[in-house]
């Protein structure tokens, strides 16, 4: 058995970690396009690093919790919400200065 194990113990393991990580990929790119879809939909459920999606994401969000590791899935998590914040970030520069109206000095 150990012979076995040593002489094919690199190639399992590389495929099993390759089939994984696209399942995982998968998952999470499943779970993302559910947010973009319902992206005007309040969203109501929490997920890692203060995450909110919608319920209608829920069944997505489950796959993407078991089917990656909770450490990939805090750093993709990390990731989507550090994107939009940028996004966020680019809209509110382009909107330009915020300009206050001029006081009308009041008449005595």
Not at 21 to 27: G, I, T
Not at 56 to 74: G, S
Not at 80 to 93: P, Q, V
């Amino acid at each position: 058995m150990e012979a076995y194990l040593s002489k094919y113990e690199d190639k399992i393991q590389k495929d099993v970690l390759l089939n994984a990580r696209l399942n995982c990929y998968k998952a999470r790119d499943a779970f993302f396009a559910c947010l973009e879809k319902n992206g005007n939909k309040k969203a109501t459920e929490v997920a890692s690093v203060g995450l909110l999606y919608p319920v209608e994401c829920k069944k997505t969000r489950e796959l993407y919790d078991n089917t990656c590791r909770r450490t990939w899935v805090k750093h993709f998590d990390r990731q989507y919400c550090a994107k939009k914040k940028r996004l966020l970030d680019d809209n509110e520069a382009r909107r330009g200065p915020i300009t206050l109206p001029a006081t009308i000095p009041k008449s005595t």
